[in-house]
């Protein structure tokens, strides 16, 4: 598999820019996970197994992957209800995996599409390259900088205990946010590039939320896969 960017092409992860306080302590990528491709790096953060793989789909076939996914998934607009008053949750979302991966998100259990030959191609590579095995997929497609997610952890009891989340990123670049549950002011923030994938693996989600803010700047259209391993009911 060709994996042509470094990671040393990117912004550096800046200082903590979520949300109001600003960084005390600002993590690097230090430790390539394959030593020899420089392209996939840990980040250095305690309590966590967090990297990067920039160029995990080339730049072509990550944008055919985009305008296939644009085009052929059912996108929906989730509605939540929060202190008695429902919300439009601020993204659109689909959920696909193998028969009885049922999810829990936006306060209501979901059952899954079947994978999509473009969902299916994109999981083969995902799991060639982590050597994980995911059987769903949490589609979000942040239509413009208004659209973006809230602080949370991927971390509902279908997940079991220390869950693997692949995350692929399609189309505009946001900024991605990881803060310590406890330890205040360990935080970091990442751009996540088209093509890359991001992997959260052990007690990540344990320790980290993470989030993807909104922003007043310009930006397109943007589609985050994150595959999981659920359990069958
Ligand atoms: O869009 C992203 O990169 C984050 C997605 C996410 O946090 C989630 O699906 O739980």
């Given amino acids: 598999m060709r994996l042509g960017a470094t990671y040393e092409s ?14 005390i302590r600002c993590p690097g990528m230090s430790t390539p996970v394959n030593p020899g ?97 995911f059987n769903a997929v949490l589609l979000n497609l942040y239509r413009d900088g208004r659209d973006g997610m809230g602080w949370h952890a991927d971390d509902e009891p279908e997940l079991g205990s220390d869950p693997a989340i692949a995350s692929v990123s399609l189309g505009a670049v946001r900024r991605f946010c990881l803060r310590h549950r406890r330890r205040k002011g360990l935080r970091t923030d990442l751009s996540l590039p088209h093509g890359s994938l991001l992997l959260m693996t052990g007690a990540t989600q344990g320790h980290w939320v993470h989030a993807l803010p909104k922003t007043a700047v310009p930006v397109g259209e943007r589609i985050n896969l994150t595959f999981r391993r659920v359990g069958i009911r």
Avoid at 12 to 22: H, Q
């Fill in 10 to 23: 990117l912004p550096k992860p800046g200082p903590g820019r979520c949300g109001k306080s600003r960084e």
């Fill in 37 to 133: 491709n420089e392209s996939a790096r840990r980040l250095d953060l305690d309590d966590a197994d967090v990297s990067l793989l920039v160029e995990a789909f080339a730049e072509p076939e990550a944008w055919e992957l985009f305008r296939e996914l644009r085009r052929g998934i059912d996108w929906r607009q989730e509605e939540v209800v929060i202190f008695g008053r429902s919300r439009l949750v601020p993204r659109l979302v689909a959920w696909h995996g193998d028969p009885g991966a049922s999810y829990t998100y936006s306060g209501t259990p979901h059952e899954p599409l079947p994978w999509t030959p473009a969902l299916e191609q994109a999981r083969r590579r995902v799991q060639e390259l982590s050597g994980l095995q």
